[in-house]
């Protein structure tokens, strides 16, 4: 389990795990979670586009995953949020469509940029991804604190000359980066899990914000271990165990919520 | 005159397209989709519900390919999947605007580690490594005849469940605390409304797959709600929005069969987004116009 | 509980002239969409005084501390912050927003948002230090809540945020507070609180407090002055100035009554066939 091509493996899922841990935090605080469905999801349309024209995938991802952001973040100005992003996804697929239909040689490669393919990550996928992710988490890092006070209160963030449009923009493309970081190592569908169900998880068992976050990375790291090592062992997906380990973690931080806050207390006013 | 005639619907309806079965099954299966669609997708775009009602779409996929490794009918294992996501996200707390996106998240994020282990079970079974690429994508063109009787009952119990639930769906989307202080038991109809969304999905996904099932939910009507803030009016422009766009696209796929640079026909779901967003964007400029 | 000022005490009866202006709003005009929303007003405030600006839903309340806070560009007009244009960003100005639409599970406790108001516009995650933490204490006890420091912020009652929101504005020791409708939501006990705790933090830090509401009452006996608006004019002065049947109905256009009535303050449509409107406010 600890040889050759599995260091890889075992490399490129801590990247990613602590990636979409810190990025999921904020995914999940701003409620951001079509977005984080949309962009890595569409982006798929890039390699798809990347392999049309012959050029490497990840310049393909990292493309769509930009164009999806910009194109939410243009989009929700005038519509809702939900409606932009679902716009911004159907338009980025359809044009992987028409990708797709154009070249003969891309079919097998979509099972493997869908649900990813982390127990045969060449090396060479390993440096490119370790940049990316550390720009994205050090952007986080960064914009921490104008982020937060935009998410809780965007008029007081407003008053303080922070702009709401420039911050949701900034986050979307953090969600891009993030896309072109986990996409080539766990595929689209997986990135998405590591964005939300960890991080959902977290917040049923802290109310500090620096601890979710913690704690949201720890739940991504151990979840995608996890899933590596069992997948490992019984030959079935890693996607599968990912899928499965996120949707139990939160069901655990529920269960731990409803305990602790038993019996509910009563609010005056 | 009359050569001139045609000569135009000659250039315009390529050879053969309205003699063609599949361009019928197409046409009749896209109609029926784009209805359905429109008037479930306005109600769920006035409850700011398009993030589940595109999750529908992938986390049904582990349906379909439970189905496949067991034999049955796509159809039913899309269904049966898709009602059982929307039974849970409502349990989650779909209702709540802040956990709406959350509770959608967290089903979808498990429906896709099912539906990875279900497509990879059956891509070991036997040699389907399409299956993804088919049900994300769909082929309008390669519909058996016989699914339409099917489709037609799917999407007639889908609108039944719209029409019966019609007056408290619009006053618990307008405002839920004013529906419920008028007696309308919100979630029940929330719940209501979910099914018919995972109804209307299923049958639209396994069709024309998931990119145009989401398409066409969530880009009429939310192109309608532009022009009109009227619910039933907002349902019709939807509708013929669908319509258009649906029918549209499956004529320009016909034609591209002629169109450089391949040869065998560009993707019917292009041209359906493609109308859809113009579509979305035109009505954007007539109320920026209108004001 | 800070004891009751009466009217004008503190504001030397209104004359505007030779006092130290925290905030001067001058001929100001908001066109939206092609209507005008604020037509001409004028006003300014003192350190230490509490202003209402009273008037209905709709009447421009909202769109004027917008104004105030830079975030809608007036078509004609001034905005002054201790005698110098206004500019984003200005520490001189805290604002507490109507109201919070927060995720009952969000992880963020009250200390976390009141340090938000601390540095929340700077880059970077906050680092612990004695002295953020010490800055952060005091702004909770000042609003009494210190309390509520480890709570989780959305599971807090509407009362319990509003002081919180307050203490998030005030700890970066502001000079002019605004606070949008924060008396809307709260029960009438925690109504009496909040409007004191207002009083008292005008007194004692020597901050300029605006307090919009489409009631007058609960923040009758604590105003020093009134900002009475109606359909986007206004006009000031201490409440016994402008609360009154002359210059209300010069204001609305239209003949109002006030009406004294066991303490409180309506104001009554003064047409002889209408449905007498009772509320404080329009």
């Given at each position: 389990?600890?040889?050759?091509?599995?260091?890889?493996?075992?490399?490129?899922?801590?990247?990613?795990?602590?990636?979409?841990?810190?990025?999921?935090?904020?995914?999940?605080?701003r409620g951001?979670?079509?977005a984080?469905?949309?962009?890595?999801?569409?982006?798929?349309?890039?390699?798809?586009?990347?392999?049309?024209?012959?050029?490497?995938?990840?310049?393909?991802?990292?493309?769509?995953?930009?164009?999806?952001a910009l194109g939410i973040g243009a989009l929700g100005r005038r519509a809702r949020n939900d409606v932009a992003s679902a716009l911004a996804?159907?338009m980025?697929?359809?044009?992987?469509?028409?990708?797709?239909?154009?070249?003969?040689?891309?079919?097998?490669?979509?099972?493997?940029?869908?649900?990813?393919?982390?127990?045969?990550?060449?090396?060479?996928?390993?440096?490119?991804?370790?940049?990316?992710?550390?720009?994205?988490?050090?952007?986080?890092?960064?914009?921490?604190?104008p982020?937060?006070l935009s998410s809780?209160a965007p008029d007081v963030a407003a008053a303080r000359g922070i702009s709401t449009q420039r911050m949701e923009v900034c986050f979307l493309?953090?969600?891009?980066?993030?896309?072109?970081?986990?996409?080539?190592?766990?595929?689209?569908?997986?990135?998405?899990?590591?964005?939300?169900?960890?991080?959902?998880?977290?917040?049923?068992?802290?109310?500090?914000?620096?601890?979710?976050?913690?704690?949201?990375?720890?739940?991504?790291?151990?979840?995608?271990?996890?899933?590596?090592?069992?997948?490992?062992?019984?030959?079935?997906?890693?996607?599968?165990?990912?899928?499965?380990?996120?949707?139990?973690?939160?069901?655990?931080?529920?269960?731990?919520?409803?305990?602790?806050?038993?019996?509910?207390?009563?609010?005056?006013? | 005159?009359?050569?001139?005639?045609?000569?135009?619907?000659?250039?315009?309806?390529?050879?053969?397209?309205?003699?063609?079965?599949?361009?019928?099954?197409?046409?009749?299966?896209?109609?029926?989709?784009?209805?359905?669609?429109?008037?479930?997708g306005t109600f769920t775009v006035m409850r700011g519900?398009s993030?589940?009602?595109?999750?529908?779409?992938?986390?049904?996929?582990?349906?379909?390919?439970?189905?496949?490794?067991?034999?049955?009918?796509?159809?039913?294992?899309?269904?049966?999947?898709?009602?059982?996501?929307?039974?849970?996200?409502?349990?989650?707390?779909?209702?709540?605007p802040?956990?709406?996106?959350?509770?959608?998240?967290?089903?979808?994020?498990?429906?896709?580690?099912?539906?990875?282990?279900?497509?990879?079970?059956?891509?070991?079974?036997?040699?389907?490594?399409?299956?993804?690429?088919?049900?994300?994508?769909?082929?309008?063109?390669?519909?058996?005849?016989?699914?339409?009787?099917?489709?037609?009952?799917?999407?007639?119990?889908?609108?039944?469940?719209?029409?019966?639930?019609?007056?408290?769906?619009v006053l618990?989307s307008l405002s839920s605390d004013l529906?419920?202080?008028?007696?309308?038991?919100?979630?029940?109809?929330?719940?209501?409304?979910?099914?018919?969304?995972?109804?209307?999905?299923?049958?639209?996904?396994?069709?024309?797959?998931?990119?145009?099932?989401?398409?066409?939910?969530i880009g009429p009507p939310a192109a309608a709600l532009r022009l009109t803030k009227r619910t039933g009016w907002a349902i019709v422009v939807s509708?013929a929005i669908?319509?258009?766009?649906?029918?549209?696209?499956?004529?320009?796929?016909?034609?591209?069969?002629?169109?450089?640079?391949?040869?065998?026909?560009?993707?019917?779901?292009?041209?359906?987004?493609?109308?859809v967003l113009a579509f979305y964007v035109l009505a954007g400029a007539i109320t920026k116009a209108r004001a | 509980?800070?004891?009751?000022?009466?009217?004008?005490?503190?504001?030397?009866?209104?004359?505007d002239?030779?006092?130290?202006e925290v905030l001067t709003v001058r001929g100001l005009s908001v066109s939206l969409g092609g209507r005008e929303v604020l037509h001409q007003v004028s006003f300014s405030m003192?350190?230490?005084?509490?202003t209402g600006l009273i008037g209905s839903n709709g009447a421009g309340k909202t769109t004027l501390l917008r104004a105030i806070l830079g975030l809608v560009t007036p078509t004609s007009g001034e905005v002054l912050i201790?005698g110098r244009p206004r500019s984003r960003r200005n520490?001189l100005v805290g604002y507490v927003p109507q109201r919070l639409t927060?995720?009952?599970?969000?992880?963020?406790?009250?200390?976390?948002?009141?340090?938000?108001?601390?540095?929340?516009h700077?880059?970077?995650?906050?680092?612990?230090?004695?002295?953020?933490?010490?800055?952060?204490?005091?702004?909770?006890?000042?609003?009494?809540?210190?309390?509520?420091?480890?709570?989780?912020?959305?599971?807090?009652?509407?009362?319990?945020?509003?002081?919180?929101?307050?203490?998030?504005a005030?700890?970066?020791?502001?000079?002019l507070l605004l606070l949008d409708e924060p008396l809307a939501n709260?029960?009438?006990?925690?109504?009496?609180?909040?409007?004191?705790?207002?009083?008292?933090?005008?007194?004692?830090?020597?901050?300029a407090?605006l307090i919009s509401a489409h009631d007058m009452?609960?923040?009758?006996?604590?105003?020093?002055r009134v900002v009475y608006i109606a359909a986007g004019r206004a006009t000031s002065g201490?409440?016994?100035?402008v609360v009154?049947?002359?210059t209300l109905s010069a204001l609305y256009g239209h003949r109002v009554?006030?009406?004294?009535?066991?303490?409180?303050?309506?104001v009554v449509a003064g047409r002889?066939?209408s449905h007498?409107h009772?509320d404080g406010g329009p």
């Open positions: 389990m600890f040889s050759g091509f599995m260091l890889n493996a075992w490399a490129a899922a801590t990247i990613v795990g602590v990636v979409a841990g810190v990025v999921g935090f904020f995914t999940v605080l951001s979670a079509f984080a469905h949309a962009i890595p999801n569409g982006a798929f349309a890039g390699a798809a586009g990347a392999a049309l024209i012959g050029a490497n995938a990840i310049a393909g991802l990292g493309t769509f995953s930009i164009l999806g996804i159907v980025m697929l359809g044009l992987g469509a028409l990708f797709l239909s154009m070249t003969t040689e891309y079919a097998p490669e979509t099972y493997s940029l869908l649900f990813g393919e982390v127990l045969g990550v060449a090396s060479s996928e390993l440096l490119p991804s370790a940049v990316i992710g550390i720009v994205a988490v050090a952007a986080v890092l960064a914009l921490y604190r982020l937060m809780v493309l953090v969600i891009g980066l993030t896309t072109s970081a986990a996409v080539p190592v766990v595929g689209t569908l997986l990135t998405f899990s590591l964005l939300i169900s960890p991080a959902a998880a977290a917040r049923s068992f802290t109310s500090h914000p620096g601890v979710a976050m913690g704690l949201a990375v720890l739940i991504s790291l151990s979840t995608v271990w996890g899933a590596i090592a069992v997948s490992f062992v019984s030959n079935l997906p890693v996607g599968f165990f990912v899928g499965s380990f996120g949707a139990l973690s939160y069901a655990a931080g529920r269960a731990w919520h409803s305990c602790m806050h038993r019996p509910p207390r009563v609010r005056l006013g | 005159m009359s050569a001139i005639v045609t000569s135009f619907t000659g250039g315009v309806f390529g050879p053969g397209f309205f003699s063609s079965p599949p361009v019928h099954v197409a046409l009749v299966v896209g109609g029926v989709v784009a209805v359905v669609s429109g008037v479930v519900q993030f589940a009602g595109h999750a529908l779409s992938d986390i049904g996929t582990a349906g379909g390919a439970a189905a496949f490794l067991l034999g049955i009918s796509p159809l039913f294992g899309f269904t049966a999947m898709n009602v059982a996501a929307a039974g849970v996200m409502e349990t989650i707390g779909i209702r709540r802040r956990g709406r996106d959350l509770a959608t998240g967290i089903v979808l994020g498990a429906g896709l580690g099912l539906a990875a282990a279900f497509l990879f079970l059956g891509t070991t079974e036997t040699s389907t490594t399409g299956a993804a690429v088919n049900v994300l994508f769909g082929s309008v063109f390669t519909l058996p005849t016989s699914i339409v009787p099917v489709i037609g009952i799917f999407g007639a119990v889908a609108l039944a469940l719209i029409a019966v639930l019609y007056r408290p769906l618990s529906a419920s202080a008028r007696g309308v038991p919100v979630r029940l109809v929330g719940l209501g409304h979910l099914l018919a969304l995972a109804l209307a999905v299923s049958l639209s996904a396994v069709t024309i797959g998931a990119i145009l099932s989401t398409a066409l939910l509708c669908g319509l258009v766009a649906t029918w549209g696209g499956v004529l320009a796929s016909y034609d591209s069969y002629y169109w450089p640079p391949t040869h065998h026909g560009w993707p019917v779901s292009f041209f359906v987004v493609t109308l | 509980m800070a004891v009751p000022r009466a009217g004008s005490t503190l504001s030397q009866a209104g004359t002239a030779g006092r130290a003192a350190p230490g005084e509490v201790a520490p927060l995720d009952p599970d969000i992880p963020l406790r009250a200390r976390d948002l009141v340090g938000l108001g601390l540095d929340g700077r880059f970077g995650a906050p680092w612990p230090s004695a002295a953020r933490r010490a800055s952060i204490d005091q702004a909770l006890a000042g609003v009494d809540a210190t309390h509520l420091a480890g709570a989780r912020v959305g599971k807090l009652s509407g009362g319990e945020q509003q002081r919180i929101m307050i203490a998030q005030l700890i970066s020791r502001p000079r709260l029960d009438i006990r925690n109504e009496g609180e909040v409007v004191a705790l207002l009083a008292r933090i005008a007194a004692t830090e020597h901050v407090v009452n609960p923040l009758l006996g604590f105003m020093d201490t409440a016994e100035e009154q049947t002359e009554d006030v009406v004294h009535v066991n303490g409180r303050v309506l002889e066939d007498a009772c």
